[in-house]
């Protein structure tokens, strides 16, 4: 593994905004590969890390997804919901806790055993989070409810439970636009865990 740690100092920063979550504004001087220092200023958005999960069924060969409205998308001129797999942000609880909870409020299904597979960050740029990913095997008698989320929360969620072909093609086609739910789709297609 090639890890270089970046050479960073005077650090300072403002808070702009913590209405919802913590916007910041950071400057700081960065050591650049020539050995020259160069001021740099960048806005920080800290929302907390989160969990996501995939869960599949082997013999059905078939995967629950959901499908929501979400307002960052619409703004960017995506105008449909969107589908995607469950996710939360951890909110001071351990990923795998979470990510069970959210499986049910936002699934309906209760699910014990989960496999993490990988933690990213998913916009590095300008968001700390970093999300855990997990995949987990369902069946139909995990089913404890419809699912939906909580309306407190201001979720109304659909749940889809598709083929796995039909979700390969979606992100071809661009039905599913989702980047960590494509990256858990395309685990399981490269690890052979469900048939293309």
């Not at 800290?46 to 619409?74: E, H």
């Not at 968001?127 to 909580?150: H, M, P, W």
């Not at 979720?155 to 739910?181: H, Q, R, S, Y």
Request: charged share 30%.
């Amino acid at each position: 593994m090639s890890i270089k740690q970046p050479q960073i100092r005077n650090i300072t920063e403002k808070l702009l905004s913590d209405n919802w979550y913590i916007l910041k504004k950071f400057t700081y001087e960065l050591q650049r590969s020539d050995g020259s220092w160069q001021k740099q200023e960048r806005e920080v958005y800290d929302r907390g890390n989160g969990a996501v999960i995939l869960l599949y069924n082997k013999i059905k060969n078939s995967i629950i997804l959901i499908r929501q409205f979400r307002m960052p998308m619409y703004l960017n001129g995506y105008p449909h919901l969107l589908i995607e797999a469950p996710a939360g942000l951890l909110d001071n609880v351990s990923p795998e806790e979470r990510i069970i909870a959210e499986a049910e409020e936002e699934t309906g299904f209760k699910i014990n055993k989960i496999e993490k597979i990988f933690e990213a960050f998913m916009s590095p740029g300008s968001v700390t989070e970093k999300l855990y990913f997990y995949i987990a095997e369902y069946n139909d008698i995990d089913r404890q409810s419809c699912g939906g989320g909580l309306a407190e929360e201001g979720e109304d969620i659909e749940v889809l439970e598709w083929p796995f072909p039909k979700a390969l093609e979606a992100i071809k086609n661009g039905e599913i636009v989702d980047g960590k739910t494509i990256m858990l789709i395309q685990h399981l297609a490269l690890n052979t865990i469900l048939k293309k």
